[in-house]
């Protein structure tokens, strides 16, 4: 149902191996692929949104662990552990929002202590281990997210999403996409609207690359034009992802992504977040401890190397804006749909045994 | 109060001058003045918006009719006013949803009637004074919307403004940001938000580029990002301009304006409209009936000659959005502040003496 998307990062080799990374910040334009083999160019790629989404920058900070691992390696066994330690809070430190990138460092680290390994060869080895499994299982998470999230899609319906949660934002198929191109693996008609999101226009570059790849119906809009798209009366769903859910319910995700929920409020449309459980931070109590990362200015300043503002404008930039729970119809799972998008809610479906 | 800034439409010469015209499309890189001396560069620089706002293409249309007056002289009396009457058709058709063009062409073409002139050269004499008392009246609104609107804005407080209502949109102060640049020449310290407004961004390359001239505290962010700051508590206001309102007070505006009327609304944040009377359309019964202007795909899917979108994908680009005028806590216009917005509250204020 991908439709011939690739995974937009693979491990390339055994223990001596690389991660190659779709460098997304070249698309739709161009097809790069990057070969990441160490913590630095791993960095820079999930810093830069060479790759983005909250489940696919978790993997490849699983991954990361790893290249960590292979450089930790040639400085000998006493100080290997340290340094990977040290290469873990530095790699999950490169972006604060989305909590899939801490949640697979830590998940790394807790196997790396808990298999005791005897030789950095074979902390590798172990490592590469539990970072494919975690590929494994988002990849699993999504096609669940998929036939959980498939029956909301009416035929002749539209849908609006918002960002890219889509087969590049995680390596399987997506997490908001996931029943969209279920349901249009499936043979229903309906049309999708992708909000461009901006500054950086994942939703124009991104999410319309997949879509049209997949064959389907999908027209593009800014912004600004939803709440115009809704009071045409053309969309009956809103589905986007997250990048970190609350114990409450609250979800962060893109910055836009909070207006579209209260439009959607406004319109009387069911507004509705797809992610893994792996997106769930019980750590943090609601949406107001989320740190959110702010961006550079002159991601909105500037275009393609053209002054879209004048020079040294202040600019307001946070990456991602916090939907109260209440907002939300449902929380698409692994697990199942979340209703109420409540801290009962989530303890109740988190609970039960994945399907 | 205007800072420097220049009008951005003034007529050189006399009755065989011509219409200068700043480029507004090259801000803020460039400052590149047009010469207008014929009926299709006029109409082609209101479509490309290098004029653009609507008290500003009233403005430019009116002094169109002395230019197609100019030409139709060439031609001899016999057909004169039916070349400057098929002019005025083109001129007005330029850009549907803004009435102030369609009204301005029509009070030239009511002064011909009513003038009978006894050549064309007095013909295009009567044209350019009655041009000229039509940007004076703009100037003089602005100036009344300014002192009306001045009040609203409190110290230490924000304000947030969609698209660009200011002097280069009017030729005078502006409409919506008349009341702050007012405020702030009298020393009242706020800060100002201003939506860049995809896809043409008149946020950030004009509004932003006329406050930081004014000496103003001026933030820039992307229209998704209000929901954001609303919820941060950093905005206690929201005025922006209109391009036409109907006699029920549901408003056209530039689109993301009735995105972020709601937003207000949710926040509890009032939301005001500036505009002079003459974008008030009493024909236009409400806000169903205006025609929306429909832009060319290629102004979302390309920016600066950069594919922002894949090649050819279907995009959905209503030039405006209807605010529905329950949805607005006041009209500002030159004869005071309408409130309720309503065909009452129209009615009300519109019948009054000018202040």
Known sequence: VTAGIASPLNWEGGIDGYLSLLDQTELPGRETWLA???????????????????????????????????????????????RVASDAQRIGATRPTAVNLQWAVDRMMAALRRGRPDSPESAISLLLKEAQSIHHEEIASCESIARFGEPLIKEGSGVLTHCNAGPLATGGMGTA????LLAHGRGRRFRVYADE?????????ITMWE?????????????????????????????????????????ANKIGTMSVALLARAFGIPFYVAAPFSTVDLQTPAGRDIPIEHRDPQEVAKFGGFATAPANCKVYSPAFDVTPGHLIAGLITERGIVCPVTEGGLAQVGAASPP
């Open 177 to 180: 996409l996931a029943p969209l």
């Open 36 to 82: 990441i083999r160490d913590v630095a160019s791993l960095c820079g790629a999930i810093h830069r949104l060479s790759v983005r989404g909250a489940p696919a920058i978790g993997i490849a900070g699983a991954f990361g662990i790893v290249i960590a691992a292979q450089h930790a390696a040639a400085h000998g066994e006493q100080v290997f552990e340290q």
């Open 197 to 205: 999101t901006r500054p950086l226009l994942q939703g124009a570059r």
């Open 211 to 251: 879509l049209l790849r997949a064959g389907m119906d999908a027209t593009l809009l800014c912004d600004g034009a939803a709440a115009s798209l809704m009071a045409e009366g053309k969309i009956q769903l809103v589905i986007v992802g997250a990048d970190r859910i609350a114990r409450n319910g609250d979800v």
